[in-house]
């Protein structure tokens, strides 16, 4: 099957320019800009890579369209003016193969994709002297294959990479490194183990099974005031449109629990006044917030604590408007909160959360794909 390419270079608002790999070699040492056709390398280049790395996940059963990019298969990938380096090019073979794999997990799980497409923005390009650097955005949807039949439409995910590139004595960029930039778990077309930050440990709590098939479970009506269902519209509408009523905290520890905190608001969780460093308290105003707002640990120990949400004993338990969180590397540590925004009808949870903006990912994909994490599962 086919992926159509598509490439948006943005701005680079940078002072100089060099016009070729051989000019950006000979350069002197600061800092200078690409020329719009090696950026459109750059990006068309990690274009490639990543719509590759979704390839091998689609449902090879329906994959009868020619492939139009042929480079890809019988020899070293070359887009415009960048290549992939030799290392990088066997990375990328050891990375396909452990994406079959996972495909063929999930396959096990009753999940598989039928389509994809997969969207670059270059954000930045920067060369200094013979190498670039390069911030991308990848947006990637999957289709979902109907194999119960009550699937979503779709899944989508937005990440963020770094691109470092050599100039090569024949005029062109070669790839030598692209390294994932998000805190969250990782997307599932990422291999690799995802960076866990070091913390302090945080409370305990009960751990939930990631086993199916689970029994049926239906969630109960929640306490007056609470809507799942606008908590799980909240998350859907900002899952990669973030709402400008509150601050980001991407770059200070992850934006997880900031966005899980705003969609229970919106579902009718009450402020609860005090001490911002106190886990007992919860709330968010113009210039503040309390630890509990936007960490997960400290989440987690406000919710048990005022009995708002209880522990579940298995992933697959959760219904629209519960929590799930994950320790990454179990350090008994939570890393990570994500929401529930859909269930099907047969049982399987689907969750929306930011870092890595993420929609409607199934439970059976996160846990496919972070095997090592422990899970903790909230009935709010």
Same mark, same amino acid.
């Given at each position: 099957?086919?992926?159509?390419?598509?490439?948006? =270079?943005?701005?680079?608002?940078?002072?100089?320019?060099?016009?070729?790999?051989?000019?950006?070699?000979?350069?002197?040492?600061?800092?200078?800009? =690409?020329?719009?056709?090696?950026?459109?390398? +750059?990006?068309?280049?990690?274009?490639? =890579?990543?719509?590759?790395?979704?390839?091998?996940? &689609?449902?090879?059963?329906?994959?009868?369209?020619?492939? /139009?990019?042929?480079? @890809?298969?019988?020899?070293?990938?070359?887009?415009?003016?960048?290549?992939?380096?030799?290392?990088?090019?066997?990375?990328?073979? #050891? *990375?396909?193969?452990?994406? @079959?794999?996972?495909?063929?997990?999930?396959?096990? &799980?009753?999940?598989? %994709?039928?389509?994809?497409?997969?969207?670059?923005?270059?954000? @930045?390009?920067?060369?200094?002297?013979?190498?670039?650097?390069?911030?991308?955005?990848?947006?990637?949807?999957?289709?979902?294959?109907? $194999?119960?039949?009550?699937?979503?439409?779709? /899944?989508?995910?937005? *990440?963020?990479?770094?691109?470092?590139?050599? *100039?090569?004595?024949?005029?062109?960029?070669?790839? #030598?490194?692209?390294?994932?930039?998000?805190?969250?778990?990782?997307?599932?077309?990422?291999?690799?183990?995802?960076?866990?930050?070091?913390?302090?440990?945080?409370?305990?709590?009960?751990?939930?099974?990631?086993?199916?098939?689970?029994?049926?479970?239906?969630?109960?009506?929640?306490?007056?005031? !609470?809507?799942?269902?606008?908590?799980?519209?909240?998350?859907?509408?900002?899952?990669?449109?973030?709402?400008?009523?509150?601050?980001? +905290?991407?770059?200070?520890?992850?934006?997880?629990?900031?966005? $899980?905190?705003?969609?229970?608001?919106?579902?009718?969780?009450?402020?609860?006044?005090? &001490? !911002?460093?106190?886990?007992?308290?919860?709330?968010?105003?113009?210039? !503040?917030?309390?630890?509990?707002?936007?960490?997960?640990?400290?989440?987690?120990?406000? #919710?048990? %604590?005022?009995?708002?949400?209880?522990?579940?004993?298995?992933?697959? %338990?959760?219904?629209?408007?519960? $929590?799930?969180?994950?320790?990454?590397?179990?350090?008994?540590?939570?890393?990570?909160?994500? $929401?529930?925004? %859909?269930?099907? @009808?047969?049982?399987?949870?689907?969750?929306?959360?930011?870092?890595?903006?993420?929609?409607?990912?199934?439970?059976?994909?996160?846990? =496919?794909?972070?095997?090592?994490?422990?899970? +903790? *599962?909230?009935?709010?």
């Amino acid at each position: 099957m086919a992926t159509v390419l598509t490439v948006a =270079v943005s701005a680079v608002l940078l002072p100089a320019s060099a016009t070729s790999p051989a000019g950006a070699a000979g350069a002197p040492a600061e800092i200078r800009t =690409v020329d719009s056709d090696a950026t459109q390398s +750059f990006g068309r280049i990690a274009d490639a =890579v990543l719509t590759q790395r979704t390839a091998a996940l &689609l449902d090879s059963t329906l994959d009868t369209a020619p492939d /139009t990019r042929p480079a @890809r298969r019988t020899g070293p990938l070359l887009v415009g003016n960048a290549r992939l380096s030799a290392r990088v090019a066997r990375a990328e073979g #050891t *990375a396909l193969s452990s994406l @079959r794999t996972r495909k063929a997990r999930l396959a096990a &799980l009753g999940e598989a %994709y039928t389509a994809a497409d997969t969207r670059i923005t270059v954000d @930045r390009a920067r060369v200094h002297g013979g190498r670039a650097t390069v911030q991308i955005t990848e947006t990637t949807t999957l289709t979902y294959k109907k $194999i119960r039949g009550d699937e979503p439409p779709t /899944t989508a995910f937005q *990440a963020h990479h770094e691109l470092s590139f050599a *100039a090569t004595p024949d005029r062109k960029w070669e790839l #030598t490194g692209m390294t994932p930039k998000d805190d969250g778990p990782r997307a599932v077309n990422e291999p690799g183990t995802p960076v866990a930050k070091s913390r302090d440990a945080g409370p305990s709590g009960t751990p939930a099974a990631t086993s199916w098939p689970a029994r049926q479970q239906v969630k109960p009506p929640g306490t007056a005031g !609470y809507n799942y269902a606008t908590m799980a519209a909240y998350a859907e509408k900002h899952w990669k449109n973030y709402n400008p009523a509150y601050r980001k +905290f991407n770059d200070a520890g992850g934006d997880c629990t900031n966005f $899980i905190s705003q969609a229970l608001k919106a579902g009718g969780w009450k402020h609860d006044s005090g &001490l !911002y460093s106190d886990y007992r308290n919860w709330w968010y105003d113009a210039s !503040y917030q309390t630890m509990s707002w936007v960490g997960a640990d400290d989440w987690a120990w406000f #919710t048990l %604590y005022s009995k708002r949400a209880s522990n579940l004993s298995n992933v697959y %338990y959760m219904g629209v408007g519960d $929590i799930m969180q994950m320790d990454f590397n179990r350090d008994g540590s939570k890393d990570h909160s994500m $929401i529930t925004t %859909y269930r099907s @009808r047969t049982g399987t949870p689907y969750l929306t959360y930011h870092s890595t903006n993420t929609y409607r990912k199934s439970v059976a994909s996160i846990v =496919v794909s972070n095997p090592n994490a422990v899970y +903790f *599962a909230y009935r709010t």
